[in-house]
C-alpha cells in the first residue's frame, strides 16, 4: 500500500499502515501498527520506539483496585502500585503480591533483630514483612502506623521505663477493671481500608509480655500477672482475653465479629488468677496458643507468629475491619504486654 503521509504541507512523515516488524530506517516522526505486540511505534530518528499505555497501577493517575485487577491486566511482578481502594479519597502506593492477590495493608518493623522496639515510635530499619514473613521487596517503612486507624481508643507508644526494662512499643497497660473495650483496659488498631470487600488475611505479630521486679506482682521478680482468659464473659465483642486478639468485622452492612487469632497469657512465669474459662470462639479461625510470658525484667525477648502456612478465610467477602486489641481485665503495673512489629495482607 502506498504510505499515507500526515503533518504540515510537503512533510516527509509517513503512517505505515500494519506491519508485523519494523520496516528498516525511517524519518523521525513515521509511525506503525505492529500486528504483534498490537502496539503504536514511531520512528525516533534512531530507532522504532513502542508507544505503551499507561500501565494500570503504575502512577496515581492510573490506580488500580486491587491486587487482583493488576493480575488480570496481565501483570505478574510483586511489588508497589498504586491501589485506590472504594472510599479512599486519594491513591496510595500498596506493596501487592501479584502471585496470589494480596495487598499489604499494615505493617510495622522493629529496629533490629533483638526484639526491642525503636527508640522512639518511628519504623525500624529492617523490613519485618519482608525478614520474618518472606514478602520480597517490602520496605521497612510504616503502612497505616497507629495513631491513624479507625480505633478511637489507638495503640500507643510506650518506652518502657519500670526499672530496669528496657526497649518499648506499642502496648496496653490497664488503668481500669473492666470488659468494656471502650474503656482504657483495651487498646484497639483498627488499619484503614475504606470499604475494601475482602476475604483472606494473612498476618504476622512479634508480641512481648515482659516479667516484672518482685516489688509488683506477688509472685516475685520475673512474674507477670496476665490472667489468661478474662473472667465473667465469653463474649467477643468484650474484652475476653489479657492478651491480643485478633478479629475482623462487623461489616458495614451489620453482622458480628470474626474470630481470627488469640494470643492468651498463662504459663511459666506467670502469676494471675487465670479465673477465666475458655471461650468456644477462640478455635475458629487461625485459633490460639498459650503463651508464657518472658522471664525476668528484659522486654526485649519475644515471641513470633504468622498464619502464612494457613491463610485466614472469613467464608465471605465483607467489608468488615480487621482489629487488633491489646487488653487486659484489671489495673496492674504488671500487666504490660507489647506488639514490636507486624504485618497484615488482605485479599
Same mark, same amino acid.
Given at each position: ?28 516522526? @513515521?509511525?506503525?501498527?505492529? +500486528? ?7 520512528? @525516533? ?21 486491587? %491486587? %487482583? ?10 511489588? &508497589? &502500585? ?14 501487592? @503480591?501479584?502471585?496470589?492477590? =494480596? ?8 529496629? #533490629?533483630? +533483638? ?51 528496657? #526497649? ?6 490497664? +488503668? ?18 475504606? #470499604?475494601?470487600?475482602?476475604? &483472606? ?35 467477643? @465483642? ?29 504459663? +511459666? ?10 471461650? #468456644? ?30 491463610? =485466614? ?22 500487666? !504490660?504486654? &507489647? !506488639? ?8
Amino acid at each position: 500500500m502506498s504510505p499515507l503521509y500526515i503533518g504540515a504541507q510537503n512533510t516527509s512523515n509517513k503512517f505505515l499502515g500494519n506491519l508485523a516488524s519494523n520496516p528498516g530506517t525511517g524519518v523521525a516522526g @513515521d509511525q506503525y501498527f505492529n +500486528t504483534v505486540s498490537n502496539r503504536f511505534r514511531f520512528y @525516533d530518528g534512531t530507532q522504532w520506539i513502542q508507544l505503551n499505555p499507561a500501565s494500570l497501577g503504575g502512577s496515581s493517575a492510573t490506580p488500580a483496585a486491587s %491486587a %487482583a485487577a493488576l493480575i488480570a491486566d496481565g501483570q505478574t511482578q510483586d511489588g &508497589y &502500585y498504586w491501589i485506590q481502594f472504594p472510599n479512599e479519597p486519594a491513591a496510595t502506593q500498596r506493596w501487592c @503480591d501479584l502471585t496470589d492477590g =494480596y495487598m499489604l495493608i499494615s505493617h510495622w518493623s522493629p529496629n #533490629g533483630t +533483638t526484639g526491642s522496639g525503636d527508640a522512639s515510635p518511628t519504623p525500624g530499619s529492617t523490613s519485618y514483612a519482608t525478614s520474618y514473613g518472606g514478602f520480597s521487596g517490602v520496605t521497612a517503612a510504616a503502612v497505616a502506623a497507629p495513631g491513624s486507624s479507625e480505633a478511637t481508643s489507638d495503640w500507643v507508644w510506650d518506652a518502657d521505663t519500670r526499672g530496669t526494662q528496657t #526497649g518499648g512499643s506499642f502496648f496496653r497497660n490497664s +488503668t481500669a477493671n473492666s470488659t468494656d473495650p471502650n474503656t482504657s483496659a483495651s487498646r484497639s488498631y483498627i488499619p484503614k481500608t475504606y #470499604g475494601f470487600v475482602w476475604q &483472606y488475611a494473612k498476618w504476622g505479630v512479634r508480641v512481648s509480655v515482659p516479667g516484672g521486679t518482685a516489688a509488683n506482682t506477688s509472685g516475685g521478680d520475673g512474674y507477670n500477672s496476665m490472667d489468661n482468659f478474662s473472667p465473667g464473659t465469653n463474649n467477643i @465483642d468484650q474484652i475476653y482475653v489479657d492478651g491480643l486478639s485478633i478479629t475482623q468485622g462487623p461489616p458495614s452492612a451489620g453482622g458480628g465479629r470474626g474470630h481470627i487469632f488469640t494470643i492468651h497469657v498463662n504459663g +511459666t512465669n506467670t502469676n494471675g488468677n487465670n479465673a477465666g474459662s475458655t471461650p #468456644g470462639f477462640v478455635s475458629g479461625g487461625n485459633g490460639n496458643i498459650n503463651m508464657a510470658s518472658h522471664p525476668g525484667t528484659n522486654t526485649s525477648s519475644f515471641n513470633e507468629y504468622n498464619n502464612n502456612s494457613s491463610p =485466614y478465610n472469613k467464608g465471605s467477602a465483607t467489608d468488615g475491619p480487621f482489629e487488633m486489641r491489646l487488653q487486659s481485665d484489671q489495673t496492674s503495673a504488671n500487666e !504490660c504486654i &507489647y !506488639c514490636r512489629a507486624w504485618y497484615v495482607l488482605i485479599k
